[in-house]
């Protein structure tokens, strides 16, 4: 019931181009879902988050959108730049316990 | 201001050695996390601490591993008697508090880099 599970392992885009990442949770307890942003040798950096009592949150380019009833929430970059290129990984839990992080989705925008 | 520091940030050592890792959080964090990043895997928890106590030591993988924090501020993972499966990323990460939403605005540091030969 902890697990987070995260699709696509990795994903090739097209600059320009929308990139969606898949998240899915079991846990009906989780009600905070930050997503994070890896680059090579670096620590992961939250990018953004939301909570389940809202179902869509954006911030520039980068847009959550969070199904409840399916348990199940999703990133969206839209226009998509090389810059994107990093590791994303979900994260989900109740807010008084510790942080369950997806797999990991591995982006590359290609020119 | 100063983010999350960790050092070394690399690590070589041979099986059966013991080793140590050190994580400085960011000043006025309260809470310190620890966690291992396999190759091309995702986040594994290792432990938390808030202040100088860890609530929350589920994720050590084996007696092998074993942390600890000092006066609220800088922790120290050990491994003893490193073995090869034990390569790993590990990460450090502190935020404001364990507790509520900023559990989960937790800064993360470089990394060090552990390989076991």
């Known amino acids: 019931q902890q697990q987070v599970k995260q699709s696509p392992q990795s994903l090739i885009v097209q600059k320009g181009g929308i990139s969606i990442i898949n998240c899915a949770y079991e846990?009906?307890?989780?009600?905070?879902f930050p997503w994070y942003q890896q680059f090579p040798g670096k620590g992961p950096a939250l990018l953004i988050a939301?909570?389940?009592?809202?179902s869509e949150k954006k911030e520039g380019r980068f847009t959550i959108s969070f199904n409840k009833s399916a348990k199940q929430f999703s990133l969206h970059i839209m226009d998509s730049q090389p810059g994107d290129s990093a590791t994303y990984f979900c994260?989900?839990?109740?807010?008084?316990?510790?942080?369950?992080f997806g797999t990991g989705t591995k982006l590359q925008v290609i020119p | 201001g100063a983010g999350v520091s960790q050092s070394p940030s690399n690590k070589v050592t041979e099986k059966g050695k013991d080793v140590e890792l050190r994580c400085d959080p960011i000043?006025?964090?309260?809470?310190l996390y620890w966690y291992r990043q396999s190759l091309g895997q995702g986040l594994e928890f290792l432990i938390y601490?808030?202040?100088?106590?860890?609530?929350?030591k589920s994720g050590l993988p084996s007696d092998r591993f074993s942390a600890e924090r000092t006066g609220g501020s800088v922790s120290t993972l050990t491994i003893q008697r490193t073995q090869q499966e034990d390569s790993a990323v590990y990460l450090c990460?502190?935020?404001?508090?364990?507790?509520?939403?900023?559990?989960?605005?937790?800064?993360f540091g470089p990394g060090t880099r552990l390989t076991v030969t």
């Open positions: 994260a989900a839990g109740p807010a008084y316990q510790k942080v369950t």
């Open positions: 846990n009906t307890a989780f009600d905070y």
């Open positions: 990460a502190s935020s404001l508090e364990a507790r509520g939403l900023q559990a989960y605005e937790q800064y």
């Open positions: 601490f808030q202040g100088n106590s860890a609530p929350d």
């Open positions: 000043s006025g964090h309260t809470a």
């Open positions: 939301i909570r389940p009592d809202v």
